[in-house]
């Protein structure tokens, strides 16, 4: 079983930034696909982005230019830069490894 913990959400203004974290647990984190989604109230879970282990970066539409994933396998942790932050963007992120491990979530709420 592989423990996902995610960190680093809070309350941030329209247009400030943010960066989320995720950790995973176990020995083969370099060979997990890692990705970023989000609910938000109301609405589905939708996926964000992801980071293949080969170090593709892959984005959905509305956060192209304004989030970053990246990876260090060396602290078995995903990160998530989120500038440019909108009203919109607020949800829970959940992270997810190797397509199977959910973590429990971490709030971004932006507002004014």
């Known amino acids: 079983q592989v423990q996902v913990v995610e960190s680093g959400g809070g309350l941030v203004q329209p247009g400030g930034s943010l960066r989320l974290s995720c950790a995973a647990s176990?020995?083969?984190?370099?060979?997990?696909?890692m990705a970023w989604y989000r609910q938000a109230p109301g609405k589905e879970r939708e996926w964000v982005a992801t980071?293949?282990?080969?170090?593709?970066?892959l984005y959905t539409n509305s956060v192209k230019g304004r989030f970053t994933i990246s990876r260090d396998n060396a602290k078995n942790t995903v990160y998530l830069q989120m500038n440019t932050l909108k009203p919109e963007d607020t949800a829970i992120y959940y992270c997810k490894a190797d397509n199977l491990y959910w973590g429990q979530g971490t709030q971004v709420t932006v507002s004014s």
């Open positions: 980071a293949t282990r080969g170090g593709t970066t």
């Open positions: 176990g020995s083969r984190f370099s060979s997990y696909a």
